[in-house]
């Protein structure tokens, strides 16, 4: 089981941090991903972290302003986002799958139910 938090409101430029906490034995075992979906449109790939975390995937949409990361004894996985921009208004997902790198949703066993970030401009 997986759940977000850390979403709200933030002024453009802004930066805010989204967890994910997962629940259940094997958590070093899975790929984290974080995925978000804006209104009208089809939920996207955003970032990936390898069960060991030493590899990491990016969007092109957010590579060099976005930072995931995870700690295993806590079970948990972080989104640092900086540089905030309008465009990033959506509903941020956290998942658990096989491959960190992959923007197949079907790839992605678990997911959480998402917490909404706005960016105003």
């Known amino acids: 089981q997986l759940a977000e938090s850390g979403g709200g409101l933030v002024q453009a430029g802004g930066s805010l941090t989204l967890s994910c906490a997962a629940s259940?034995?094997?958590?070093?075992?899975?790929?984290m991903g974080w995925f978000r979906q804006a209104p009208g449109k089809e939920r996207e790939f955003g970032a990936g972290?390898?069960?060991?975390?030493?590899?990491?995937y990016y969007s092109d949409s957010v590579k060099g302003r976005f930072t995931i990361s995870r700690d295993n004894s806590k079970n948990m996985v972080y989104l640092q986002m900086n540089s905030l921009k309008p465009e990033d208004t959506a509903v941020y997902y956290c998942?658990?799958?096989?491959?960190?790198?992959?923007?197949?949703?079907?790839?992605?066993?678990?997911w959480g139910q998402g917490t909404q970030v706005t960016v105003s401009s």
């Open positions: 259940g034995r094997g958590f070093s075992r899975h790929a």
């Open positions: 972290i390898s069960g060991s975390g030493d590899t990491t």
């Open positions: 998942a658990a799958g096989a491959v960190p790198y992959s923007d197949y949703e079907g790839t992605w066993a678990y």
